[in-house]
């Protein structure tokens, strides 16, 4: 498939200088309670919330070793994945106090306990949390954590041990991996008693997953994907002999899923230059090559307000492709040119979408950048006291 880039230069970087005024109510008047985005960074010692609108930082937490983060789903919180588990970071988007406008962020001592906190995910108000250490799955109505302490939960205990992933669906049914510490071979299927009701273990190193339009599930395999649709599971072989597929990015409103893809299983490094498209109706899947000088890592793709396909390539451009031909319709200079990072947890570039605005991080320079993808503009650029590696965006 060939591509037509159109290169947009963006001029020079200009910071607003916005900042929200909360005002005290009158005595006849009703009190509001303001909301706002926040952007979340773990760095080499830390964490730094950052207001979403003007990046400007409102806490730096310190906090040791390397953290992973992730979205609870609320509009509030994040979950970090700690040595202890899960551990719950308020982000404080909004609060109910009289006359205060937001809450201050801060790490809570809440911890939903793990060993060896691995996937976060988030469906149909739900937020499901996989320990790799013991395989076991835990699974919390995703409001409930804006009520103060730990919500209540289930733990479904897993076969083995190992690097896996669920999703639990709107009636009930729980997708989980199938695995061990050697090897990961397919999901299964449990009804919302916790029965199981069906298997396939024909996904070799089962990684990822995502849901699309009409609940329809994708996870991601070494020479394919494997579908769940209306209670079956169906594999879709990829095109090539080895052709791997580890995340999703996936939109509720789109049946066409996206995946990152690599043809060559001795490549070195963690960039990729091709994208596989899956059809979920069809139960079909096309690979695109991306242009000439285009590549990406697992933490450079998303999804735009219209379910376009958004890659950060090393060539520091931020290019649109259209999710049902794979064709670029526009690209966007945003940082300077970077290479594949050593390791995967190396602090390199990262893209994150709210709605209609696109954070992208440049850690050679300690920034992050937002960009609006109506008109590819960087709004607002920051930079930072330390170098940003993982990032999450709350939506308040």
């Not at 729980?174 to 009804?191: F, M």
Request: with cysteine.
């Amino acid at each position: 498939m060939k591509h037509t880039t159109q290169l947009i230069a963006v001029g020079a970087i200009v910071a607003l200088a916005l900042t929200a005024c909360a005002s005290t109510p009158g005595e006849n008047e009703t009190e509001e309670t303001p909301q706002t985005s926040r952007v979340s960074l773990t760095y080499d010692g830390g964490i730094l919330v950052l207001d979403g609108t003007t990046l400007e930082v409102e806490a730096d937490i310190p906090l040791e070793g390397f953290n992973r983060l992730n979205p609870a789903g609320d509009g509030r919180h994040a979950l970090v994945t700690t040595t202890a588990g899960f551990q719950v970071l308020d982000l404080g988007t909004w609060t109910d106090s009289e006359g205060s406008h937001v809450a201050a962020p801060k790490l809570t001592d809440l911890v939903f306990e793990a060993e060896a906190a691995g996937h976060v995910v988030r469906h149909d108000g739900k937020t499901i949390l996989f320990a790799d250490g013991t395989g076991d799955t835990t699974i919390f109505e995703t409001a409930a954590l804006l009520e103060g302490g730990l919500p209540e939960t289930e733990v479904v205990v897993s076969e083995e041990a190992h690097h896996g992933v669920a999703i639990e669906l709107a009636d009930g049914t729980l997708l989980t991996t199938l695995g061990n510490s050697d090897t990961r071979t397919g999901v299964r299927a449990l009804d919302a008693s916790r029965s199981e009701v069906d298997r396939n273990e024909q996904c070799p190193s089962v990684h990822g997953e995502g849901a699309a339009a009409n609940e329809v599930a994708v996870f991601g395999c070494s020479d394919g994907v494997l579908i769940y649709d209306s209670g079956e599971f169906v594999k879709v072989q990829s095109p090539d002999v080895y052709g791997r597929t580890g995340n999703q990015y996936v939109s509720e409103t789109s049946t066409i899923a996206v995946g990152d893809y690599n043809s060559d299983p001795d490549s070195e490094g963690y960039l990729l230059t091709e994208l596989v498209f899956i059809d979920t109706v069809a139960k079909t899947s096309s690979v695109v090559d991306l242009p000439e000088g285009v590549s990406y890592t697992w933490r450079g793709v998303g999804r735009g307000p219209s379910n376009e396909v958004l890659v950060l390539s090393s060539d520091g451009s931020l290019y649109q492709l259209d999710e049902t031909t794979g064709d670029v319709t526009n690209s966007w200079a945003v940082i300077d040119p970077w290479e594949s990072p050593v390791e995967w947890q190396d602090a390199h570039p990262a893209l994150t979408i709210n709605g209609s605005i696109a954070y992208v991080t440049e850690p050679a320079t300690n920034e992050i950048h937002a960009i609006d993808l109506t008109t590819g503009d960087v709004t607002v650029s920051a930079t930072l006291d330390a170098a940003p590696n993982e990032i999450a965006v709350v939506t308040g």
